[in-house]
T-cell receptor, first 107, second 116 residues
Framework: KNEVEQSPQNLTAQEGEFITINCSYS?????LHWLQQHPGGGIVSLFM???GKKKHGRLIATINIQEKHSSLHITASHPRDSAVYIC?????????FGTGTRLQVFP | EPEVTQTPSHQVTQMGQEVILRCVPI?????FYWYRQILGQKVEFLVS????????KSEIFDDQFSVERPDGSNFTLKIRSTKLEDSAMYFC??????????????FGNGTRLTVT
């Protein structure tokens, strides 16, 4: 069983829709990252969370440490949001990655 | 904005050969990492490096792998005798303080290693 589970694995949406990607983990963590991987392979850190909620533009990330769950929301989705979104948890000095959610937003 | 740079972007090597993947982390960062992603699979942790020594490594990081920070700017990953299954995208990353929310993780663009 993966220590970090994401759902859904694949997601398609129409431009403008509200998107939610979920991440559950089974280990004790010090923090959690939401990452974005574009088709070319490059990885960008979107958020690092250890509690509560963070917002950056149209992106919102929340974490519930007690429930070991985090969500990434995208408001007013746009085709340029199409990418793989990866949840990764920090356990001591390493990151454990989820399998990613492939998002495609159509015009 | 400063960035993590990796060279080469693509490396092709024959099985059994040694390869060195190079990374230049962001200059004031203290923690350095190597990850890999086999095609179609999830990203996997290889090793973390702090204060000139390995702080943690995964089961993947066996005796065939080594890391070095030879000159205070470069951070290298060496694979001594490559195997076909080492073919993957290798990402370097760095951060100033991994536990601080104000210190995000910065990734390089990756080196695609192809072992033939």
């Amino acid at each position: 069983k993966n220590e970090v589970e994401q759902s859904p694995q694949n997601l398609t949406a129409q431009e403008g829709e509200f998107i939610t990607i979920n991440c559950s983990y089974s280990v004790g963590i010090s923090a959690l990252h939401w990452l974005q991987q574009h088709p070319g392979g490059g990885i960008v850190s979107l958020f690092m969370l250890s509690s509560g909620k963070k917002k950056h533009g149209r992106l919102i990330a929340t974490i519930n440490i007690q429930e070991k769950h985090s969500s990434l929301h995208i408001t007013a989705s746009h085709p340029r949001d199409s990418a793989v979104y990866i949840c990764a948890v920090i356990v001591t000095d390493k990151l454990i990655f989820g399998t990613g959610t492939r998002l495609q937003v159509f015009p | 904005e400063p960035e993590v740079t990796q060279t080469p972007s693509h490396q092709v090597t024959q099985m059994g050969q040694e390869v060195i993947l190079r990374c230049v982390p962001i200059s004031n960062h203290l923690y350095f990492y190597w990850y890999r992603q086999i095609l179609g699979q999830k990203v996997e942790f290889l090793v973390s490096f702090y204060n000139n020594e390995i702080s943690e490594k995964s089961e993947i990081f066996d005796d065939q792998f080594s890391v070095e920070r030879p000159d205070g700017s470069n951070f290298t990953l060496k694979i001594r005798s490559t195997k076909l299954e080492d073919s993957a995208m290798y990402f370097c990353a760095s951060t100033w303080a991994p536990w601080q929310g104000s210190s995000p993780l910065h990734f390089g663009n990756g080196t695609r290693l192809t072992v033939t």
